[in-house]
Nanobody
Framework: QVQLVESGGGLVQPGGSLRLSCAAS????????MGWYRQALENQRELVAR???????YYADSVKGRFTISRDNAKNSVYLQMNSLKPDDTAVYYC??????????????WGQGTQVTVSS
């Protein structure tokens, strides 16, 4: 089994910054792509940013230039630096990882989610 644990959410004023972290643990052979999704009330879960095992990032248009995704393969971790936050960024943010386990099965895992609220 593989677990993803997120941290770093909270309440921030518009224009502020937050850094989300996600650490994977368990029966990991290799972590492939990792990413962050978010889900606001009454909305579908949407992709925010994703990063390949080689470090190539992808961003949703709504966060380009404001958010930066990075990863530390030695720590099985992915991060999301969020700057210039807007009220529209308010959502539960979920970590996501495509993991090949020690049994060589490849599955997608999700974290439990962390709340980000942007409000004055």
């Amino acid at each position: 089994q593989v677990q993803l644990v997120e941290s770093g959410g909270g309440l921030v004023q518009p224009g502020g910054s937050l850094r989300l972290s996600c650490a994977a643990s368990g029966s990991i052979f290799r972590i492939n792509a990792m990413g962050w999704y978010r889900q606001a009330l009454e909305n579908q879960r949407e992709l925010v940013a994703r990063i390949t095992s080689g470090g190539n990032p992808y961003y949703a248009d709504s966060v380009k230039g404001r958010f930066t995704i990075s990863r530390d393969n030695a720590k099985n971790s992915v991060y999301l630096q969020m700057n210039s936050l807007k009220p529209d960024d308010t959502a539960v943010y979920y970590c996501n990882a495509d993991v090949t386990s020690t049994t060589r099965a490849t599955l997608v895992y999700w974290g439990q989610g962390t709340q980000v609220t942007v409000s004055s």
